[in-house]
T-cell receptor, first 112, second 114 residues
Framework: GNSVTQMEGPVTLSEEAFLTINCTYTATGYPSLFWYVQYPGEGLQLLLKATKADDKGSNKGFEATYRKETTSFHLEKGSVQVSDSAVYFCALKRAGSYQLTFGKGTKLSVIP | GAGVSQSPSNKVTEKGKDVELRCDPISGHTALYWYRQSLGQGLEFLIYFQGNSAPDKSGLPSDRFSAERTGGSVSTLTIQRTQQEDSAVYLC????????????FGPGTRLLVL
């Protein structure tokens, strides 16, 4: 079946540090891949997505590249801010399906 | 424009009571989804509606859970005879098309069963 594995948190970084949150997936075919973010007290928001191999999704300084050969979609940001503190979820949607399969989430705390 | 809205934002109930959770999708979105976010299980798919088609209920954890969508818009998730393990955040999402579009999530209903 489909599954998403992302690095366990929590992750604590100082402001302006480099961020990587690892995400790998198992799925048949060519799924679409997503990163969602949940800020404290708010609902899930789409951060970025990629729909085919080698695509790079980017938004708000975050990037992730769809790597078919390593079945990965790692999230990166060059310089985090306190306002990036949130829980980040990696997710996939198999082609022809509608269900999102989520990872367990990684809590990021950025300290000044 | 308006996003997905859910009500109530919080609900506290006693074990054994029934609860109803409401979702208003984004206007014009034909697909609607319910997910559950709990500490032990992460985010789980519950049910999916697409237009007038029969819903996919494959994610519902037990027959105490049911959902309906009236007029292709508003949806209600009902949990009968609530149990403590039903405590979770219930998230609703909608999308403009089934396979191609992104799902937009509401703020969720936080349910606590005492």
């Amino acid at each position: 079946g489909n599954s998403v594995t992302q690095m366990e948190g929590p992750v604590t970084l100082s402001e302006e540090a480099f961020l990587t949150i690892n995400c790998t997936y198992t799925a048949t075919g060519y799924p679409s891949l997503f990163w969602y973010v949940q800020y404290p007290g708010e609902g899930l928001q789409l951060l970025l997505k990629a729909t085919k191999a080698d695509d790079k999704g980017s938004n708000k300084g975050f990037e992730a590249t769809y790597r078919k050969e390593t079945t990965s979609f790692h999230l990166e940001k060059g310089s985090v801010q306190v306002s990036d503190s949130a829980v980040y979820f990696c997710a996939l949607k198999r082609a022809g399906s509608y269900q999102l399969t989520f990872g367990k989430g990684t809590k990021l705390s950025v300290i000044p | 424009g308006a996003g997905v809205s859910q009500s109530p934002s919080n609900k506290v109930t006693e074990k054994g009571k029934d609860v109803e959770l409401r979702c208003d999708p984004i206007s014009g979105h034909t697909a609607l989804y319910w997910y559950r976010q709990s500490l032990g299980q992460g985010l789980e798919f519950l049910i999916y509606f697409q237009g007038n088609s029969a819903p996919d209920k494959s994610g519902l954890p037990s027959d105490r859970f049911s959902a309906e969508r009236t007029g292709g818009s508003v949806s209600t998730l009902t949990i009968q005879r609530t149990q403590q393990e039903d405590s979770a955040v219930y998230l609703c999402a909608s999308s403009a098309a089934v396979n191609q579009e992104t799902q937009y999530f509401g703020p969720g209903t936080r349910l606590l069963v005492l």
